[in-house]
Structure formats: C-alpha cells, structure tokens
C-alpha cells in the first residue's frame, strides 16, 4: 500500500514541519515515509506545498506527487479555491482549514464531490492555543488528518512533537494537535 498526501498553504503556516511530523509518526510506526516541499521565494506568504509518501514497504518514487489520495490545505482562504484540490483521486479525501460559516461554500467546490472531505477550525484552535497575532494551523490540521485517515495514532504524534519541542511551545503543539484531532467533521454533501 503506498498512501500519497499533498499539503497546501502559504509560507509560515507551518506546511513544511507539519509533513515532516507526518512522516516521523508514519516511520515510528513501523512504515517507510518520504516528505518533502515545494515552493518558489522563500518568503512569509508565498504559496508551499508538501509532499508525504507512506508504504510498507521501501519507496523508490521521489517525484512530485501529482495525483494524491489525501489533499490538506491549511490555509483557510485557498481552502475556499477549486484550484487546490486538482489531482486529488476519485476516491481521494480532503481535509480542510475552515469555519463553520464558510463549510457551505466547501460544498460549491465540483472537485471534491464523491470524495470524502473533513473540516476543522485551525483558525479557532490556533487562536486559543497560541493566543498569537499569527496563527499557527499546522498542529491542528496534523490532528484532523490523523483522526480523518485513522493513522499514526496520536500519541505517536505527540512524541514527535515533543522530541522536536520543549516546554510551554511543546504544550501548545499537544493542546492543538489533540483539538484538531477531537474537533475534526466529515462533511456530508
């Protein structure tokens, strides 16, 4: 089985380290997992993209990945765009940074119909969390997709985080990561 996940956001939200969380869970769990980005200037921003592979078994492919299983966008505004979800397969699931007030405008977007597509608030949980001027959506969206495909577990997660963080900034990561995971919601078209 080789599981394919694109993330899409903007420069600063986090999409790099959050495909790079995914990936350290996916091997501590005994798969073999690649993660690596995609962007143009490095500058607060611009659009990235990331790219996760997941298999039992070793993998050979380390190119772009351009038709994914799993499309997570963490930025609310270009979770609103049909443009993001390009490429994701028939049978793909999306997972997406949006609020309740915007879930219908989701539901307008032609290229996730028949696929399976879950939504949290990252925007909610980051300002809670972090209580920052810049919002941190990375952790809660490691969260929902973890509960959305039901793997690495979250504790699994958690350790990453923990082995990467320390102190007060560690504690945040778990608290969002644990929102994400308890707050995400299918979508029912």
Not at 177 to 189: N, S, T
């Amino acid at each position: 089985m080789l599981l394919e996940i694109k993330w899409i956001g903007r420069g600063g939200q986090g999409v790099v380290l959050a495909n790079q969380v995914f990936a350290t869970a996916a091997i501590r769990e005994g798969k073999y997992s690649q993660a690596f980005p995609e962007f143009g200037p490095e500058r607060s921003g611009a659009p990235v993209k990331g790219y996760t592979r997941i298999a039992d078994s070793p993998i050979e492919d380390h190119s772009i990945i351009y038709e994914p299983d799993i499309i997570v966008v963490i930025d609310p505004r270009l979770s609103l765009e049909a443009e993001s979800y390009s490429g994701v397969k028939e049978e793909g699931i999306a997972v997406v940074n949006v609020t309740e007030k915007r879930v219908n405008d989701i539901k307008k977007i032609d290229a996730l119909r028949g696929r399976k597509v879950f939504y949290v608030d990252a925007w909610k949980i980051s300002n809670e969390v972090f209580k920052s001027t810049k919002p941190i959506f990375n952790t809660p969206m490691i969260g929902a997709l973890a509960k959305a495909l039901g793997e690495p577990k979250r504790t699994t997660l958690e350790e990453v985080i923990k082995d990467r963080f320390k102190g007060s900034v560690a504690e945040q990561n778990l608290t969002a990561i644990k929102l994400g995971f308890e707050e995400v919601k299918k979508l029912e078209f």
